[in-house]
């Protein structure tokens, strides 16, 4: 899930507004699904950096607060758009 917060980061700085807009523009995270070391970690690590979640990262709480701000079209990561794709044919009637 966290390659989809990579992948929609404007949803992110709504949500959490001190994260830097530069995060996907660095080369380690302009795939949000080729992060290495892992999605979660590197999203709480940068979380942590601009002094949210600093005792760890509340998953839940986090997917919450961004889901609000979730733009299926803006969406860079290459799994979600397949999730949206697939939510799109099953609903279609």
Same mark, same amino acid.
């Not at 899930?1 to 709504?14: C, K, P, Q």
């Not at 799994?79 to 949206?84: K, T």
């Not at 799109?88 to 279609?92: F, G, I």
């Given at each position: 899930? $966290?390659? %989809?917060?990579?992948?929609? %980061? $404007?949803? =992110? /700085? /709504?949500a959490y507004p001190r *994260? &830097?807009?530069n995060v996907p523009c660095r080369a380690g995270y302009r795939n949000p699904d080729a992060i290495k070391g892992g999605t979660w970690e590197a999203f709480e690590r940068i979380m942590k950096k601009h002094g949210y979640f600093t005792t760890g990262l509340r998953k !839940? $709480?986090?997917?919450?607060a961004i #889901?609000?701000?979730?733009?299926?079209? /803006?969406n860079q990561s290459g &799994?979600?758009? =397949?999730? /949206?794709? *697939?939510v799109?044919? #099953? !609903? !279609?009637p």
């Open positions: 899930m $966290e390659a %989809w917060y990579f992948g929609d %980061w $404007e949803a =992110v /700085r /709504r *994260v &830097s807009a !839940t $709480e986090a997917a919450e #889901a609000a701000h979730i733009d299926p079209d /803006r &799994s979600f758009a =397949v999730f /949206r794709n *697939v799109a044919e #099953a !609903t !279609t």
